[in-house]
């Protein structure tokens, strides 16, 4: 029998959720019990490498939390915001309550969270994603759960997604970002899933702290430049 700990990692579908099984199935310490929400689309996601196969969970539902849970060392939990969704907000933190209440139940002993800054309370600015965030991490307080807090930068591979330049000739690209000469904290997804992976093995270290990562601090000049650099002969701009 393996004397690995077993970390459950949720929506390993994620580009996060990803980054961070892939590093815990690799490491001497832990073994990974990988979660998907995606119930109809088994076998067609692209995990990117060598991790066990994605285990169907509906989120939801409290007796396959309970499940997944049972004899887990560690959750990795982050939450999702539909924002085509009016309720999102709540629904977020309806997901994030239930699977921190089965934390709670099944005696998980380190929980890492994807938590956010609460815009609202700080600048009164209602941004969805960040309070829904806040407010799941307050109850996770609330439950005093064994829990480390990740407050993550936007990542470097937004900008193939989201972030995208835009172009109308395939030549020149225009980054949209409005940042003006203010320096953007970047990640690289990638580097998330070993920095989890320190934080599970350093788990005296980290627990009940809130850690806010970053890779790099880039002004859109910059990354322009950069990709200019690597791309050219197509050229990259501030746009605004
Ligand atoms: N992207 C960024 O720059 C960035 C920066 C900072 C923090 N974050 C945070 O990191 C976490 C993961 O982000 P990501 O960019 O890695 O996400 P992603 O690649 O878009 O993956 C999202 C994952 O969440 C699942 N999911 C569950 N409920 C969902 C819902 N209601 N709506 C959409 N997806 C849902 C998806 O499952 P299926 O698609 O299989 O259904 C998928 O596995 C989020 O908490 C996000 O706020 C992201």
């Known amino acids: 029998m393996s004397s690995r700990k077993t970390v459950v990692v949720l929506d390993i579908t994620g580009q996060l959720g990803c980054s961070v099984a892939r590093a815990v ?7 990974v019990r990988g979660i998907t929400n995606n119930l109809l689309n088994e076998g067609s996601w692209n995990l990117q490498g060598n991790i066990p196969l994605a285990v169907p969970c509906d989120l939801r539902d409290r007796a396959q939390l309970q499940k997944i849970l049972s004899g887990a060392h560690a959750c990795f939990l982050s939450t999702s915001t539909n924002f085509d969704d009016p309720d999102c907000v709540e629904k977020e933190i309806t997901q994030g309550c239930l699977v921190a209440d089965v934390c709670k ?4 002993r380190h929980v890492i969270f994807i938590s956010q800054l609460h815009s609202n309370n700080i600048c009164k600015i209602m941004a969805r994603h960040l309070v829904a965030k806040a407010e799941i991490e307050r109850y996770m307080r609330h439950l005093d759960l064994p829990l480390t807090c990740l407050i993550l930068p936007v990542y470097y591979q937004d900008l193939c997604g989201f972030l995208r330049p835009k172009t109308s000739d395939g030549f020149s690209y225009d980054i949209e970002i409005p940042m003006g000469t203010i320096p953007l ?9 070993p920095i989890v992976v320190s934080v599970l093995s350093q788990r005296e270290t980290y627990l009940h702290k809130t850690l806010s990562v970053c890779g790099d601090k880039l002004t859109v000049a910059e990354m322009a430049y950069i990709l200019t650099k690597h791309l050219r002969p197509k050229q990259a701009a501030d746009d605004l």
């Open 105 to 108: 139940s099944e005696h998980v």
């Open 185 to 193: 904290d970047m990640i690289s997804v990638e580097d998330i899933g």
């Open 25 to 31: 199935a690799s490491s001497e310490e832990f073994e």
